[in-house]
């Protein structure tokens, strides 16, 4: 069992910045597949970045590339999500999730991460 615990969120205002973390632990390996996703009310969870190779490759969506950045500190078992010029429209609970392995056609789809956080909520303010 992968035991994953987001922390970070907040609100700010539009153009700001957040940092999101995901500490891991338990069958936990740094050669996991770990994507950050949310989900807003009333919308379906997407996928925002995903981190696999121990930190090597990164996969973002169109809607946050040159706008988030996602890491891995392999010493810390942590996978950060560096938010900046953050939008209105970028408001929802964020959770972090892990996997053995992803396809590379699938990084962004939740159905192919078992493990997952509790989230934490990021709300922009215009």
């Known amino acids: 069992l992968v035991r994953l615990l987001e922390s970070g969120g907040g609100s700010v205002q539009s153009g700001g910045s957040l940092r999101l973390s995901c500490a891991a632990s338990?069958?936990?390996?740094?050669?996991?597949?770990v994507g950050w996703f949310r989900q807003a009310p009333g919308k379906e969870r997407e996928g925002v970045a995903t981190v696999w190779d121990s930190g090597a490759s990164t996969y973002y969506a169109g809607s946050v590339k040159g706008r988030f950045t996602i890491s891995q500190d392999n010493a810390e078992d942590a996978v950060y999500l560096q938010m900046d010029s953050l939008k209105p429209e970028d408001t929802a609970m964020y959770y972090c999730a892990a996997a053995p392995t992803v396809d590379y056609s699938r990084l962004l789809d939740a159905s192919r991460f078992p493990y997952w956080g509790q989230g934490t909520q990021v709300t922009v303010e215009s």
């Open positions: 338990g069958d936990w390996a740094s050669n996991y597949c």
